[in-house]
């Protein structure tokens, strides 16, 4: 009878869900990256003082639990998926000898979308998660449903020696017509699979612009995807990729497009061989890389702490009024335990100076915006992983803005992009305790209903507490 083990290098945290909405965003957009797994959950916390933000997935409960994954998610969750032949084949020879086949590979390999794309070929529409906790010993013998597609996710866990060969010694113990696909990384099978190499695949996933293409295809495009798919730097920055990272690069392809047509500059001058397209494609490439190094230069030149905060201010508070963020960048250097130099009268840095810094502009009505798509999030983004001891300060300096902004037209988009932004960092880390820092924020400290959808936080089909087969979209990668 096969066990997991009692450890685990990233074990996941059940006690909350999980690797992120967006704000200023088109329809399109929306459509998109609108989330067919999660539901919105309203949960009392704390003191009792009001409904506040549920972020508990639907989908991780149900898969807890052992329920049946429903068809339409199901078929939700493969709407663009990419099957490779190569691996689909591998599989189903492995499937026509063993009624069990584990899939390895990394975080974002796919394995679970394969995984379900197999067994609904297999067995039809009854595809069920095992129910267990991380960790807690797996008896085959419990799969008692026939003719039944079961899932087995390892994905975190170090199953031990002799696992593989344990799990090819108890198949007989499947009911009839019933498979069982087992989801684990590279590394732990290669510690617990001796003797059972014949019933695993390492997945190799498709060409990376099959992937790109079919995301693409989701929505209408004024420029031929052929010369989006065709540029060098696309190409180039996608083929040594997982599978996952590729809705970065449709979710920035599609969006760059949006704010070039809401500009009026999208026009017949989008040639492929143009300097104007050459220049729209190295916007993607730089929104789709989560603007990571860029980031990190710009810290690496500016380490005063005056023009951080106020970076970070704008890009939390991004929309607002010069004179909000610039007040809320001195509340949030408080906030992380720094003792801000007074700014009386005309000392310090003002807000063109700062706001031209922060690679943002001040618009006509008084309000800030940054100059690129997915900057706002990727600061935030780099803050969390930059700063981790400064979670918790952030965390509660954060959610504190969203009553305390006054301005009814961005209250509620900064409460679902700071949802938005505690989901991505827990899904990206497997720890919850951001997101339950701001439960407990928005719980006890605000009298005030703070309702808050989940819907909408997670990119299609993808799964908080496991990894998603096509990645984070929504402004923050």
Same mark, same amino acid.
């Given at each position: 009878?096969?066990?997991?083990?009692?450890?685990?290098?990233?074990?996941?945290?059940?006690?909350?869900?999980?690797?992120?909405? !967006?704000?200023?965003?088109?329809?399109?957009?929306?459509?998109?990256?609108?989330?067919?797994? %999660?539901?919105?959950?309203?949960?009392?916390?704390?003191?009792?003082?009001?409904?506040?933000?549920?972020?508990?997935?639907?989908?991780?409960?149900?898969?807890?639990?052992?329920?049946?994954?429903?068809?339409?998610?199901?078929?939700?969750?493969?709407?663009?998926?990419?099957?490779?032949?190569?691996?689909?084949? @591998?599989?189903?020879?492995?499937?026509?000898?063993?009624?069990?086949?584990?899939?390895?590979? @990394?975080?974002?390999?796919?394995?679970?979308?394969?995984?379900?794309?197999?067994?609904?070929?297999?067995?039809?529409?009854?595809?069920?998660?095992?129910?267990?906790?991380? +960790?807690?010993?797996?008896?085959?013998?419990?799969?008692?449903?026939?003719?039944?597609?079961?899932?087995?996710?390892?994905?975190?866990?170090?199953?031990?020696?002799?696992?593989? =060969?344990?799990?090819?010694?108890?198949?007989?113990?499947?009911?009839?017509?019933?498979?069982? &696909?087992?989801?684990?990384?590279?590394?732990?099978? *290669?510690?617990?699979?001796?003797?059972?190499?014949?019933?695993?695949?390492?997945?190799?996933?498709?060409?990376?612009?099959?992937?790109?293409?079919?995301?693409?295809?989701?929505?209408?495009?004024?420029?031929?995807?052929? +010369?989006?798919?065709?540029?060098?730097?696309? %190409?180039?920055?996608?083929?040594?990729?997982?599978? *996952?990272?590729?809705?970065?690069?449709?979710?920035?392809?599609?969006?760059?497009?949006?704010?070039?047509? =809401?500009?009026?500059?999208?026009?017949?001058?989008?040639?492929?061989?143009?300097?104007?397209?050459?220049?729209?494609?190295?916007?993607?490439?730089?929104?789709?890389?989560?603007?990571?190094?860029?980031?990190?230069?710009?810290?690496?030149?500016?380490?005063?702490?005056?023009?951080?905060?106020?970076?970070? *201010? @704008?890009?939390?508070?991004?929309?607002?009024? !010069?004179?909000?963020?610039?007040? *809320?960048?001195?509340?949030? @250097?408080?906030?992380?335990?720094?003792?801000?130099?007074?700014?009386?009268?005309?000392?310090?840095?003002?807000?063109?100076?700062?706001?031209?810094?922060? +690679?943002?502009?001040?618009?006509?009505?008084?309000?800030?915006?940054?100059?690129?798509?997915?900057?706002?999030?990727?600061?935030?983004?780099?803050?969390?992983?930059?700063?981790? =001891?400064?979670?918790?300060?952030?965390?509660?300096?954060?959610?504190?803005?969203? #009553? #305390?902004?006054?301005?009814?037209?961005?209250?509620?988009?900064?409460?679902?992009?700071?949802?938005?932004?505690?989901?991505?960092?827990?899904?990206?880390?497997?720890?919850?305790?951001?997101?339950?820092?701001?439960?407990?924020?928005?719980?006890?400290?605000?009298?005030? &209903?703070?309702?808050?959808?989940?819907?909408?936080?997670?990119?299609?089909?993808?799964?908080?507490?496991?990894?998603?087969?096509?990645?984070?979209? &929504?402004? %923050?990668?």
């Amino acid at each position: 009878m096969p066990h997991a083990s009692e450890e685990s290098d990233a074990p996941i945290e059940q006690k909350s869900p999980d690797d992120d909405g !967006s704000s200023g965003d088109t329809d399109l957009h929306d459509e998109l990256t609108e989330s067919s797994w %999660s539901g919105q959950v309203s949960q009392r916390i704390g003191t009792n003082r009001g409904i506040v933000i549920g972020t508990l997935i639907e989908q991780g409960i149900r898969r807890l639990r052992g329920i049946a994954l429903p068809p339409a998610e199901v078929a939700t969750q493969l709407k663009t998926y990419v099957r490779d032949e190569d691996d689909d084949q @591998a599989i189903s020879k492995i499937l026509d000898q063993w009624p069990v086949v584990v899939l390895t590979g @990394a975080d974002g390999s796919g394995r679970f979308s394969t995984a379900l794309d197999v067994l609904r070929r297999r067995v039809g529409d009854t595809i069920r998660q095992v129910r267990r906790e991380p +960790n807690a010993p797996f008896d085959m013998a419990g799969l008692q449903e026939p003719h039944t597609g079961w899932i087995l996710d390892l994905r975190a866990e170090q199953p031990p020696v002799g696992f593989g =060969h344990e799990l090819v010694e108890d198949t007989d113990q499947l009911p009839e017509g019933s498979c069982l &696909v087992v989801l684990m990384s590279t590394a732990a099978w *290669a510690q617990c699979g001796q003797g059972a190499t014949e019933i695993a695949r390492p997945l190799e996933g498709p060409p990376r612009e099959h992937i790109l293409r079919k995301q693409l295809l989701q929505a209408p495009f004024a420029i031929n995807i052929d +010369n989006w798919l065709s540029s060098d730097p696309i %190409s180039r920055g996608i083929a040594p990729l997982l599978p *996952a990272k590729m809705a970065a690069w449709a979710n920035a392809i599609i969006t760059t497009e949006d704010i070039e047509r =809401h500009k009026g500059s999208l026009g017949s001058d989008a040639a492929p061989d143009t300097e104007y397209f050459k220049g729209l494609v190295l916007e993607v490439v730089k929104a789709a890389e989560d603007w990571r190094t860029e980031l990190l230069n710009w810290h690496n030149t500016h380490s005063d702490s005056a023009y951080r905060n106020y970076l970070l *201010a @704008a890009a939390v508070l991004e929309g607002a009024s !010069s004179d909000k963020i610039y007040r *809320a960048s001195a509340s949030l @250097a408080t906030a992380l335990n720094e003792r801000p130099e007074p700014r009386n009268g005309q000392q310090g840095l003002g807000v063109v100076a700062l706001t031209h810094t922060a +690679n943002a502009e001040l618009q006509p009505d008084g309000t800030i915006r940054f100059r690129y798509h997915n900057y706002a999030e990727a600061v935030v983004d780099y803050f969390l992983d930059d700063r981790p =001891h400064l979670l918790e300060e952030f965390t509660r300096w954060t959610a504190a803005q969203v #009553t #305390t902004l006054g301005e009814a037209d961005l209250t509620a988009p900064l409460a679902q992009r700071v949802s938005h932004w505690t989901v991505h960092y827990t899904a990206r880390h497997r720890r919850t305790n951001l997101l339950r820092f701001l439960a407990e924020q928005w719980s006890s400290s605000h009298t005030d &209903v703070a309702c808050v959808s989940a819907h909408g936080m997670f990119p299609s089909g993808c799964d908080p507490l496991t990894e998603c087969s096509r990645g984070p979209l &929504v402004g %923050s990668r």
